[in-house]
């Protein structure tokens, strides 16, 4: 600034003396003056920085002082660490923590003397010529060289410690390091299994539905025929397509196309359908259907996409790039100009439509199909590389260890260290081998996987040749006669268990066996019934058309006869086939009931004597990796129960009795589990003996318990005690069911469950800290199965603060911090108020800038960049935007003398999160909201913050029996209701055989006040309500609906 003063003068003084000498004088003079004072700041200046620079190397040797003096006082804790190792002698083992704090110790103190000495020699320069300082600074390096020779004392006393915790630590970072590589080993193995363990099956059959796909095309080019148009031919008046029909079509499908390719077996058939079934409800729908032709293509080549199929006649719209994506349901076309093969597709990122050539006339492929296995392929290829390359990282980890120890010497804990490496090295290598192993069976198994694939399209000829060797036909009395044979076979197979009683039926060790027998024999029966009276039928229908003028007669007549009386048998057969299988059902009943009451008793008594819960007794049982008990599983645990006595059939039949398909967790814990209610308060006690016990706690009236034990009779004071668990706290007793009087204390109930009124948030954890700690909306008559609880949940009171927003003014109250901890919005230094009026520059140099405009006392900005020193003026300023009128510049908020001209707002809150503003100090007004503060918005503080007391809640936690879902909720008396397993008929409605009501058969019809247990659900079936349920009258199984689209409810539990 004095420079640019001094040329400003100079500059001046030779400008004026172009005027006159009378008009130069005046001005002159004053230049002589501006510069004389010029030449005092000058030396003013010179003399501050003369005593700046003095203070400085004052202040530096101050600074030196502290840093000998820091690393004194370290090398001194450094003697007190090692005193102890002193004592103990320099052998000593000592624990992790206390070996992390001794190295940690070493290394600090070494930095506080290493950085002490690097500042003293950065001093010697500055005291040259100074004696006093020169002086100090000696002492000083006199000070550290002391410290340094007492620190080398320690050192050499810490050492072997230090080396004895550094090799532990380095061998527990080894182990953790190929705990990471055998997991990656492991995630590439899995990834293989589907080519190199199930020999890529699932690939196989998608290319069967390319196959049917290509088939189908040509049937609708030739047909005219749209995707909806084939669905609704194969589908009829259903949504979608079932199992049944799509076999069965497929089926067909070769002879009505005259495509031998398509003929595949029974299996492949089947597997098609659930290939196509993406969300697995035994259905495939329009647009599972279209997927069928859904084909997608990757460009190799860069092409040009043209309107039309003829390149001659089209017109270019656009290029595709190699890598671009492509999809089309299209089949391919020849452009029969060229002779290029060509297809019409959609660019799946733009969406841009248009012809491609799939293969020039030379044979150039530019697009190429993406299918599954390549797919597949290209992901297992990634995850054996990146496996590969993780594998060398962890060599590296062990060569680079190695290094560093090989300077350890032959013995001590380090020298041990690299022979423990040494011996872990071997396990990379066998792992790495592993891998290139892995990765040379993938390419076989590709290579296998392609031999398949060519074998599959060649199907067809195997399927004509199957198709001419499996062909069926016969007359009708054949077909009779098969029937009769079914029906004796069914009455002959069912004699060994219908003819027996009592005890010889108890012991029965073969039920499942004839009853799996009876069934099957029962179902081809009525096949054969069905195939008889089609037979018949079809025969009847090829005689003559009687008519007066013509009558039947003779043979023709007879055979008339015959045919009438062959329906007639298959009414009889029917009939006694229904016998026979009824009879065999209630005997099997029979053995169920008595093998029930046993296997719940012994289930019972394995869970007291190894303190099991019912979830871990379930889980024993349970296959690993499956939801249900299977029957085998159930077998083999009731097996290790009984021993000799156990009979593996009548086991069989009593899981399938629970559940049949495998027993879930609902039905099983109702075959074991039994609850009580407590009807009046009641002491829960440590042990049986009440003259011995010891209260635990009181039972609470309502207050749920599971049975544990018992229940056993207290002969000395004459009461019958179970053994209990409570819900509510998980508390854990004996209590009495009723006094030695009669009064009742306890009385038996279902477990509790509970029915969803309205949707619910059911939530992870019992508090509820966050929104992410959702697991997911339970939905109107949703069922919850009680798991814990009821408990209360309190809350802390929540922060409102009442506001005026900075953008358009609005007011209301706002949540700075929610019951649950969660801070929507604080307080934001951000925000700044003049104190006194301010200019706003355009620059943060005060001596060159120009104004923008004056701010006003009490006008606010927000902070932008800074504060910022400016230390020639001596001022504090910032860059910062007014929120008056959104002007940015910077702005003195401290002056050299001290004033202040801007400070920050106390009186600002920033919103974190966006949050509703509301009219009234209540967190839960409804329809008082003024808007929704957004992320980032400043609020100016009118009022607060205030706290806002709530409620406690009353929550359960609970598993929806819709997916199993566990979680919490808040139970109110208008959301949930007591729920039991047993549903009332209040509107006569069909009883299903599957979830989807459209296209069902009807299993029977359930009439009004009939009651059914549920067995699977609810679930929802479009705007539906549905459940599996089993009826109570004649254990007809089967789906109904418990309420339908309009609201309207058929069953009532």
């Known amino acids: 600034a004095i420079n640019a003063a001094r040329n400003f003068i100079a500059a001046k003084n030779l400008e004026i003396k172009q005027f006159g000498q009378a008009a130069a004088k005046p001005a002159a003079e004053e230049f002589t003056q501006l510069t004389e004072r010029v030449n005092a700041a000058s030396a003013k200046l010179g003399q501050f920085k003369k005593d700046t620079e003095t203070r400085k190397k004052t202040a530096l040797m101050q600074e030196a002082g502290q840093k000998v003096s820091a690393a004194e006082a370290a090398v001194k804790q450094m003697a007190e660490a090692v005193e102890a190792f002193t004592k103990e002698g320099g052998e000593a083992e000592i624990s992790d923590e206390e070996g992390e704090k001794l190295v940690a110790r070493l290394k600090e103190t070494q930095t506080l003397l290493s950085d002490a000495t690097s500042f003293l020699v950065a001093r010697q320069k500055e005291v040259a010529g100074n004696a006093e300082r020169t002086e100090t600074l000696r002492g000083l390096q006199n000070r550290i060289k002391e410290a340094k020779s007492e620190m080398a004392k320690h050192q050499k006393v810490a050492s072997g410690h230090e080396q004895r915790y550094t090799a532990k630590k380095l061998l527990a970072e080894a182990s953790e390091t190929?705990?990471?590589?055998?997991?990656?080993?492991?995630?590439?193995?899995?990834?293989?299994?589907?080519?190199?363990?199930?020999?890529?099956?699932?690939?196989?059959?998608?290319?069967?539905?390319?196959?049917?796909?290509?088939?189908?095309?040509?049937?609708?080019?030739?047909?005219?025929?749209?995707?909806?148009?084939?669905?609704?031919?194969?589908?009829?008046?259903?949504?979608?397509?079932?199992?049944?029909?799509?076999?069965?079509?497929?089926?067909?499908?070769?002879?009505?196309?005259?495509?031998?390719?398509?003929?595949?077996?029974?299996?492949?058939?089947?597997?098609?359908?659930?290939?196509?079934?993406?969300?697995?409800?035994?259905?495939?729908?329009?647009?599972?259907?279209?997927?069928?032709?859904?084909?997608?293509?990757?460009?190799?080549?860069?092409?040009?996409?043209?309107?039309?199929?003829?390149?001659?006649?089209?017109?270019?719209?656009?290029?595709?790039?190699?890598?671009?994506?492509?999809?089309?349901?299209?089949?391919?076309?020849?452009?029969?100009?060229?002779?290029?093969?060509?297809?019409?597709?959609?660019?799946?990122?733009?969406?841009?439509?248009?012809?491609?050539?799939?293969?020039?006339?030379?044979?150039?492929?530019?697009?190429?199909?993406?299918?599954?296995?390549?797919?597949?392929?290209?992901?297992?290829?990634?995850?054996?590389?990146?496996?590969?390359?993780?594998?060398?990282?962890?060599?590296?980890?062990?060569?680079?260890?190695?290094?560093?120890?090989?300077?350890?010497?032959?013995?001590?804990?380090?020298?041990?260290?690299?022979?423990?490496?040494?011996?872990?090295?071997?396990?990379?290598?066998?792992?790495?081998?592993?891998?290139?192993?892995?990765?040379?069976?993938?390419?076989?198994?590709?290579?296998?996987?392609?031999?398949?694939?060519?074998?599959?399209?060649?199907?067809?000829?195997?399927?004509?040749?199957?198709?001419?060797?499996?062909?069926?036909?016969?007359?009708?009395?054949?077909?009779?006669?098969?029937?009769?044979?079914?029906?004796?076979?069914?009455?002959?197979?069912?004699?060994?268990?219908?003819?027996?009683?009592?005890?010889?039926?108890?012991?029965?060790?073969?039920?499942?066996?004839?009853?799996?027998?009876?069934?099957?024999?029962?179902?081809?029966?009525?096949?054969?019934?069905?195939?008889?009276?089609?037979?018949?039928?079809?025969?009847?229908?090829?005689?003559?058309?009687?008519?007066?003028?013509?009558?039947?007669?003779?043979?023709?007549?007879?055979?008339?006869?015959?045919?009438?009386?062959?329906?007639?048998?298959?009414?009889?057969?029917?009939?006694?086939?229904?016998?026979?299988?009824?009879?065999?059902?209630?005997?099997?009943?029979?053995?169920?009931?008595?093998?029930?009451?046993?296997?719940?008793?012994?289930?019972?008594?394995?869970?007291?004597?190894?303190?099991?819960?019912?979830?871990?007794?379930?889980?024993?049982?349970?296959?690993?990796?499956?939801?249900?008990?299977?029957?085998?599983?159930?077998?083999?645990?009731?097996?290790?129960?009984?021993?000799?006595?156990?009979?593996?059939?009548?086991?069989?039949?009593?899981?399938?009795?629970?559940?049949?398909?495998?027993?879930?967790?609902?039905?099983?814990?109702?075959?074991?589990?039994?609850?009580?209610?407590?009807?009046?308060?009641?002491?829960?006690?440590?042990?049986?003996?009440?003259?011995?016990?010891?209260?635990?706690?009181?039972?609470?009236?309502?207050?749920?318990?599971?049975?544990?034990?018992?229940?056993?009779?207290?002969?000395?004071?004459?009461?019958?005690?179970?053994?209990?668990?409570?819900?509510?706290?998980?508390?854990?007793?004996?209590?009495?069911?009723?006094?030695?009087?009669?009064?009742?204390?306890?009385?038996?109930?279902?477990?509790?469950?509970?029915?969803?009124?309205?949707?619910?948030?059911?939530?992870?954890?019992f508090k509820i800290d966050s929104a992410d700690g959702l697991v997911r909306t339970l939905k109107a008559d949703e069922v919850l199965e009680l798991i814990e609880g009821p408990r209360k949940l309190t809350y802390e009171p929540c922060l409102r603060v009442r506001g005026k927003a900075t953008s358009d003014g609005a007011m209301g109250w706002f949540t700075a911090r929610d019951k649950r901890g969660i801070v929507f919005a604080e307080a934001d230094g951000k925000y700044y108020a003049c104190t006194s009026s301010v200019a706003m520059t355009d620059n943060r140099d005060i001596k060159d800038c120009k104004v923008i405009r004056k701010l006003a006392v009490g006008e606010l900005f927000i902070l932008e960049e800074g504060p910022v020193e400016d230390t020639d003026a001596q001022i504090s300023r910032v860059k910062g935007k007014t929120v008056k009128d959104d002007q940015e510049g910077w702005i003195t908020i401290k002056g050299n003398a001290g004033t202040t001209y801007a400070e920050p707002s106390s009186k600002h809150y920033c919103v974190l999160q966006d949050t509703p503003l509301t009219k009234k100090f209540p967190s839960s007004s409804s329809g008082e909201e003024v808007r929704v503060l957004t992320k980032g918005e400043a609020m100016q503080v009118l009022e607060g913050p205030k706290e806002e007391a709530f409620q406690p809640e009353t929550r359960v936690k609970g598993r929806a029996l819709s997916d199993s879902a566990v979680g919490w909720i808040t139970m109110t008396s208008s959301n949930v209701k007591p729920w039991t397993p047993y549903y009332k008929c209040k509107v006569a409605a069909p009883l299903h055989d599957q979830l989807a009501a459209e296209g069902a058969t009807v299993v029977r019809q359930v009439e009004v006040a009939e009651t059914l247990e549920l067995v699977e659900g609810p679930a929802p079936d479009g705007e539906e309500l549905r459940m599996k349920a089993r009826a109570e009258k004649d254990g007809a199984i089967g789906w109904v609906t418990i309420k339908d689209s309009k609201g309207k409810r058929f069953f009532e539990s």
Request: charged content about 30%; overall charge negative.
């Open 178 to 765: 190929l705990a990471g590589m055998d997991e990656e080993v492991k995630k590439a193995t899995d990834a293989c299994a589907p080519l190199l363990e199930e020999g890529g099956e699932k690939f196989l059959v998608a290319t069967s539905v390319r196959t049917l796909a290509a088939a189908l095309r040509d049937h609708m080019k030739d047909k005219a025929l749209t995707h909806e148009g084939l669905f609704n031919d194969v589908a009829g008046s259903s949504e979608g397509i079932s199992q049944d029909k799509f076999v069965a079509w497929l089926e067909k499908l070769p002879e009505a196309l005259g495509r031998e390719e398509i003929g595949f077996n029974p299996e492949r058939r089947t597997a098609m359908f659930k290939h196509l079934d993406s969300d697995g409800n035994d259905s495939i729908s329009l647009s599972e259907f279209k997927a069928v032709f859904l084909q997608r293509f990757t460009c190799v080549k860069e092409i040009t996409v043209t309107e039309g199929l003829e390149v001659a006649k089209s017109k270019t719209t656009f290029k595709i790039n190699t890598g671009t994506t492509l999809e089309t349901i299209h089949g391919p076309q020849t452009d029969e100009s060229n002779g290029m093969v060509r297809i019409e597709c959609t660019v799946v990122s733009s969406g841009k439509t248009g012809f491609v050539t799939m293969q020039g006339n030379q044979g150039t492929k530019f697009i190429e199909l993406i299918s599954p296995f390549t797919i597949f392929s290209e992901e297992v290829d990634k995850v054996i590389e990146d496996a590969l390359k993780s594998l060398t990282k962890v060599a590296g980890f062990f060569t680079t260890k190695g290094k560093e120890l090989l300077n350890a010497g032959k013995e001590g804990p380090l020298a041990e260290a690299r022979t423990e490496l040494g011996k872990l090295r071997p396990k990379v290598s066998a792992a790495q081998e592993k891998l290139r192993k892995l990765k040379l069976n993938m390419a076989n198994g590709k290579k296998d996987y392609a031999k398949k694939e060519l074998a599959e399209k060649n199907a067809h000829i195997e399927a004509r040749e199957r198709k001419e060797a499996e062909a069926i036909t016969g007359p009708a009395t054949a077909k009779v006669e098969a029937m009769e044979a079914a029906g004796k076979g069914l009455e002959e197979a069912s004699k060994p268990l219908v003819s027996l009683s009592g005890a010889e039926l108890e012991a029965f060790a073969t039920p499942v066996a004839i009853l799996e027998e009876a069934e099957k024999l029962l179902e081809a029966a009525t096949k054969s019934i069905e195939e008889a009276k089609t037979s018949v039928a079809e025969q009847l229908e090829k005689l003559p058309k009687a008519d007066p003028k013509t009558p039947l007669k003779g043979a023709m007549m007879e055979a008339k006869r015959d045919l009438q009386k062959m329906l007639g048998k298959s009414v009889a057969v029917k009939k006694q086939c229904a016998t026979a299988m009824a009879s065999v059902r209630a005997k099997c009943q029979s053995i169920v009931d008595a093998r029930c009451a046993d296997i719940s008793g012994l289930l019972r008594k394995e869970m007291q004597q190894k303190s099991l819960s019912l979830e871990n007794l379930f889980m024993q049982i349970v296959s690993p990796g499956d939801e249900r008990i299977s029957e085998a599983a159930f077998g083999k645990y009731i097996e290790g129960l009984q021993g000799e006595a156990y009979k593996a059939e009548q086991i069989t039949l009593l899981c399938r009795h629970i559940e049949n398909g495998g027993i879930g967790r609902r039905r099983f814990e109702a075959f074991l589990q039994q609850y009580f209610v407590v009807v009046k308060r009641i002491a829960i006690t440590d042990e049986f003996d009440i003259n011995q016990a010891k209260t635990l706690r009181k039972a609470e009236s309502d207050e749920v318990l599971e049975l544990l034990d018992g229940p056993l009779k207290d002969e000395k004071v004459g009461v019958t005690r179970i053994k209990a668990k409570s819900l509510s706290d998980g508390v854990e007793g004996w209590i009495s069911l009723k006094g030695n009087q009669g009064t009742p204390f306890l009385q038996e109930v279902e477990k509790p469950h509970y029915s969803c009124q309205a949707e619910i948030a059911l939530e992870r954890d």
